[in-house]
């Protein structure tokens, strides 16, 4: 009689992307994943799921768990593993952690001998849209993605739209590029209490007008110049009734935006910054709270917060270059960003039509569905239980 082994593949997760205090969105979709693969049942019975991250950024990771994970400790910190990695003398690590399937979230990955290898390329932005990209960044992109690429057994990507990109710009099959879209979790972006939404209008000083929220790195491509003149060009009354507010982590050439910031102010339109982190957990009611999501990036891989905003129930006008409709899918409002009065006349359009608001809001909570945390993990244990059997 045939006995079936009943030992675990081990997935591996390099997961520094949870290190910082303040995550990036790659961090955040790093978590989410985890999360995901964490809480699913068929998962567990067959992988064994480890975080490798080196010695100095465990504590800090193991941090954003409510749960026990299990954690391997490269004994190199991070910028020695780095320094490795860009002079191509990083050794095969899956001699040293041992077989089996190691997921890089981040764009770069490491030598495997035995082992299989899925690596997340979000988007091409440094190809693209070059001028977006900080020149060092840039450099090092241009430099070592097609190595990265080269190594993977497979590419995730996070939207149609970018896997036609990458299959295009490297001469990938369909094969080699697979789509994974982030997941968000209900349980956490969900419409939240008037209670929730007073105290976070307190603690970041949002005043008590209805206001219009941007959520996303303050920095060129997410094209806030444009979005800051289009907030400025409402009528008067319009202006003395609605805040802007601009919620991000400071990028990179981002002084002409505050500029921008500081001339609307002098006109009379009220935007908001604030100087407070805003935190995770606060995201929810800060949500719930807006008027409506704005949403004028230039380029995106995916861009999660309209799809955040639609699950907590609150209109949204975004960009309509891709992946954007992609991504909203008739939920949302669509403008061209490249004209300030078009971003106008969609925050007008919001402002004065209560059905159309309506409709987005209805919309949009059933577009969220689609990007359920649950059934995004699904396919990708789908992606890993089939090359567990190869």
Not at 209 to 225: A, C, Q, S
Not at 310 to 336: D, K
Not at 358 to 375: C, H, M, P, V, Y
Request: net charge positive.
């Amino acid at each position: 009689m045939k006995i079936e082994s009943t030992k675990k593949v081990n997935v591996y997760i390099e997961a520094t992307a949870l290190a910082s205090a303040k995550m990036s969105g790659i961090g955040h979709l790093t978590l989410n994943l985890i999360n995901g693969l964490l809480e699913d049942e068929e998962f567990q019975k067959s992988h064994q799921l480890a975080l490798v991250v080196p010695f100095n950024k465990a504590a800090s990771v193991r941090a954003k768990f409510n749960q026990p994970v299990t954690i391997k400790k490269l004994w190199l910190p991070s910028r020695v593993i780095e320094l490795l990695l860009r002079v191509r003398l990083l050794p095969y690590m899956d001699l040293f952690l041992g077989n089996g399937l190691y997921l890089f979230p981040n764009y770069k990955n490491w030598p495997l001998l035995r082992s299989t290898n899925y690596t997340y390329i979000h988007d091409l932005g440094f190809v693209k849209h070059p001028k977006f990209v900080q020149p060092k960044n840039l450099i090092y992109l241009r430099t070592y993605v097609p190595l990265w690429i080269k190594r993977a057994s497979k590419i995730l990507t996070i939207s149609e739209f970018s896997k036609t990109e990458i299959m295009e710009e490297y001469s990938l099959s369909t094969e080699k590029v697979a789509l994974i879209y982030p997941g968000i979790d209900p349980k956490q972006f969900t419409k939240q209490s008037p209670v929730q939404i007073e105290k976070i209008r307190v603690k970041y000083k949002l005043g008590t007008r209805p206001y219009f929220l941007f959520v996303g790195n303050i920095e060129p491509r997410k094209n806030l110049e444009r979005l800051v003149v289009a907030f400025n060009q409402l009528d008067q009354q319009s202006k003395e009734k609605f805040s802007l507010v601009l919620v991000g982590a400071e990028g990179w050439l981002n002084g002409s935006i505050h500029e921008s910031i500081k001339a609307a102010r002098l006109e009379g339109s009220n935007i908001i910054f604030p100087s407070q982190h805003v935190t995770d957990e606060d995201l929810p009611a800060l949500y719930s709270g807006a008027f409506a999501l704005l949403h004028p990036a230039l380029y995106e891989g995916f861009g999660i917060p309209p799809v955040e905003a639609m699950a907590c129930g609150i209109p949204t006008a975004i960009s309509n270059v891709e992946p954007m409709p992609e991504v909203a899918s008739g939920a949302a409002l669509l403008f061209n960003p490249l004209h300030a009065d078009e971003i106008t006349q969609a925050i007008k359009a919001l402002i004065e039509n209560s059905k159309l608001r309506s409709e987005l809001i209805t919309k949009g909570l059933r577009r969220a569905q689609d990007f359920n945390l649950k059934t995004v993990t699904q396919k990708l244990v789908t992606l890993i239980t089939e090359e567990s059997k190869q």
